[in-house]
């Protein structure tokens, strides 16, 4: 794994990163919620060691915030409201946003793969108590998205109304 690259997704996208790279189990990193332990800077960058494993950066969330503003063109629509995840897992670089959708009033989960071509929207996921909705594809991707207890992989449709929406190992 070539943690420059995650490195280069960073700094190309204007997101700061705080401290390290970091690495953990990948089961252990998607079932986090909260924000990852920062890795001081003096141990330098982590490399995964392991399939199993995710080399990760713990980011600055007002930089998301430009980011998000960057990339819809509509500054302050998007709002973080979980803690990002960026990663590299298994050679392939990710990112992950949780953030409320101020114009159509509901969460938003917005995943992304980078590739030699640029970013491609692999998941977006729109949720409130009351439905769900999404368009998915993340069939060539080790990963899901779990609405309810339920894995979700592919497609474009809608489902019962949850409080939060994970990225998980599928």
Known sequence: ????????ILIGTGIAAIGAIG?????DYFRNRGKEEVVDENQGDAVATSPQEVAYATVETNSVQDFLDKSFGEAGRYVPNRPP????YQGNQYMVIWAYDNKQQKNQMLAFLY??????MIASVGYTNQKTDYNLNLDSTPFAV????QQLRSGQSE??????VDFVLA
């Open 1 to 8: 794994m070539n943690n420059n690259k995650l490195r280069n």
């Open 23 to 27: 690495t953990k189990a990948a089961v």
């Open 85 to 88: 995840k960026i990663f590299d």
């Open 115 to 120: 590739t030699d071509q640029g970013r491609k």
């Open 146 to 149: 779990e609405v309810n207890g």
């Open 159 to 164: 489902t019962g109304g949850t409080n939060d």
